[in-house]
């Protein structure tokens, strides 16, 4: 299929995508990497009568590595990320998680805010952006906002963001001492959609624990390190409060030995980075 009619426009400031969201809103999308919105505008999911390029701005900003966060401006790369030298000492959860991003053709169009504002629940970023609990900045005429990643997702492709706004930069929490960080994933087959997937961060007090792929929208929930031993109870009431269903991919006690099983990996593979 091909996309419907839209109209295109090429912006090169942040005021002038302003301008055009302010007036136009939901009718209005942006294009950074495009490798979500293309495969959408052609099964016509989505119907914009404007698509707004960005891939020209010239007032934001790339990767900044600052004290104890790293900021990442929306024409990021995913593929520039994965090499970043500083990666794996400064972000060693999106180290472990990035490979799993699609190919390394979508790798090298997709961005990182695009991805995680995407909001897809079995998306890897997302998923790492909420556990890490970054914060995403969002500008609209009216001003700037932030939002943390724990209020940010609603539902699938659902988040917080408002029609009239974009995001012009995250902010990931850098590596933290005695702290211990995990990711795996459960799919048909390498690189394809998660049928699950499990972020953890972990330090002497607590265990966060976020789930992808098999909910609605990226999850997590804390539990005291104080109650490790009771990790298997943990995961098992974790699994049996989620609504989970059967799909095309796999059942729903399949999905929830994935929680009991995988999910404690994960849990002590970040234990034992500690």
Not at 30 to 47: C, E, K
Not at 63 to 70: G, P
Not at 204 to 212: A, M, P, Q, V
């Amino acid at each position: 299929m091909k996309p419907c009619n839209f109209k295109y426009i090429k912006s090169s400031s942040i005021n002038e995508v302003l301008d055009v969201l302010d007036i136009h809103g939901e009718k209005a999308q942006i294009l950074a990497g495009g490798q979500s919105l293309i495969s959408m505008l052609n099964m016509r999911i989505a119907n914009p009568e404007i698509i707004i390029d960005i891939n020209f701005l010239k007032d934001v900003i790339s990767l900044e590595n600052k004290d104890n966060t790293i900021e990442i401006g929306p024409l990021f790369r995913q593929l520039e990320l994965e090499n970043w030298s500083d990666l794996k000492s400064k972000l060693p959860l999106i180290y472990q998680s990035i490979p799993y991003v699609g190919q390394i053709q979508h790798r090298a169009r997709g961005t990182i805010l695009g991805s995680i504002c995407h909001g897809d629940p079995t998306s890897e970023l997302p998923l790492c952006f909420l556990a890490l609990n970054g914060k995403i900045y969002l500008k609209s005429k009216k001003g700037l906002r932030s939002i943390s990643a724990n209020d940010f997702y609603l539902g699938p492709l659902l988040t917080s963001k408002n029609s009239n706004e974009i995001a012009i930069k995250l902010e990931f929490p850098t590596k933290k001492e005695a702290t211990g960080y995990a990711f795996n994933e459960v799919s048909e087959k390498y690189s394809d959609y998660a049928i699950a997937s499990f972020a953890v961060v972990t330090d002497d007090n607590k265990i966060r624990f976020t789930l992808g792929g098999i909910p609605s929208k990226p999850t997590v929930i804390e539990w005291d390190m104080k109650n490790f031993e009771f990790i298997d109870e943990l995961l098992n009431d974790f699994a049996w409060n989620l609504d989970i269903e059967d799909d095309q991919h796999a059942s729903a006690t399949y999905k929830r030995d994935l929680i009991r099983k995988v999910g404690k990996n994960t849990i002590l593979s970040s234990v034992k980075n500690i």
